[in-house]
């Protein structure tokens, strides 16, 4: 569970988080939504890590971020596992060096055993087989996968996705949620998914935190982001007409049942 | 304003040093990222190194050749003079600020792209030291065998001369054995290589930093590649000056 209370973070004197608070349960895929500009990925960079809030508290299971030593930071990125937008995959090593990596640089493992370990991680995300290409040989929905797979390499306790659905079909960011979603449940991790993705929202919500301009407009999960009143929400949810069609076919329904 | 820039330039510089010069995670993938760095650094440079060497030994030979015409000076001077062109100048520093643009240019630019296809970032959430994992094998690699490089171009040069002498009738080939063999001054070696590991650590750190600090995307990766060659150049000639007053005086 990681627990961000009362979050602050400026840049240049110009506030970007404006005291945010809230919980990204275990076992849970928690969603991070809201329009460009709403300030998710700098408030994914300062619950990772990469960013230091100006004030406020990040808590690990009750381990503080902000105030931890480096030292026990590096640990802590050792039960993180991160899957980037980009993939970030290391262009020079082989889909199966790159899973391994965090084998070769964490863990006493023989080469034996981190073979073994990251021709597993790969299988689980259905890409036995390929693990002799180089990224730049695979599609970008694989890139995504062999992202996932080094993420849980290390069986991370916390895994972090930054968009992980941008620039794949739709049949494709079907697969990525499915698997995030299996992921979360079969190792009980706390998973934190940024998202413009309005299918991942209502796909695999199971906590969703709406941001608005740097503040926590709203915090629900997939079924309750349907009939929401709150009417930034529904701004951003329903603003294509596809979406506008099922929350009124949603509502529609929800009255006929009252009555 | 420019120089309130250039001293914050310069904290960050150190700054990234301090990161660099840390304890290694595991050391044997440290050696190994070591030899992939010599491989890709030092080995695919050795071509150029010997091409140039040859033809700057060569043609420094015929324009000494050329341009002495007193009679008073023996002709074995064109030898010697090749030679301490040579070991003083060419094969360090000129070699350096060739290497400068082969070697910096694809240290800036690497590291760059990493930079903004986040795997950087990636190497950081994994809990790596970034800076120590990407930067301290080239600077290992660089201080080891850029010396050697310049050992390899002292002897090219003075081959090219030979060839001059051999192939053609400017200068009897004993003539010009004679004289790369005269007052010969060791020192000159040590000088020259002393210079090139100041130099290649320019190069490998200088290059690092432009490429680490890069942010936006391919335009910005290519401006910050062109950015070290141009500082390292200034500043490999800066430290020439430097160092040839401190070591030869």
Sequence with gaps: MIEVKNLIKSFEGQEVLHNVSCLFEEGKNNLIIGQS???KTVLMKCVIGLLRPDSGEILYDGRNLVTMTGRDVKMLRREIGMLFQGSALFDSQTVEENVMFPLTMF?????????????????????????????????GGMQKRVAIARAIALNPRYLFCDEPNSGLDPQTSIKIDELINDIT?????????????????????????????GHKEWVGNKDTIITSDNKELNNFVFASPLFKRIRAAEVEDDNQKIK | ???????????????????????????????????????????????????????????????????????LMPRYTVGLAT??????????????????????????SEIGTMRVTEQIDALEIMGVNSACYLILPKIVAMVIFIPLLVILSMFTGILGGYFVSLFTDMLPVSTYIYGIQSYFVEYYVWYSIMKSVVFAFIIATISSFYGFRVKGGALEVGQASTDAVVMSSIIILLFDVILTKILLQ
């Design chain 2, 83 to 108: 030679r301490d062109v040579l070991l003083l100048e060419f094969s360090s520093a000129i070699m350096c600020l060739i290497l400068a643009g082969k070697v910096g240019s694809n240290i800036a």
């Design chain 2, 1 to 71: 304003m420019a120089l309130i820039r250039s001293i914050i330039k310069l904290g960050a510089y150190v700054l990234l040093l301090k990161k660099v010069f840390a304890i290694p995670e595991k050391w044997n993938v440290f050696f190994k990222q070591v030899l992939n760095e010599t491989n890709k650094l030092i080995i695919n440079s050795i071509w150029i190194a010997v091409i140039i060497s040859v033809f700057i030994g060569a043609v420094i030979t015929i324009q000494t050749q050329l341009n002495m015409s007193s009679p």
């Design chain 1, 185 to 213: 449940k079969e190792y009980d991790i706390t998973t934190v998914v940024n998202t413009h993705d309005m299918n991942s929202v209502l796909g695999i919500g199971d906590n969703i935190i709406f941001l608005n301009k």
């Design chain 1, 37 to 39: 500009g709403s300030g």
């Design chain 1, 107 to 139: 863990s006493d493992m023989t080469l034996r055993d981190r073979v073994k370990r990251a021709l597993f991680c790969l299988d689980r995300v259905g890409l036995k087989g390929a693990e002799n290409k180089y990224p730049s040989e695979i599609s």
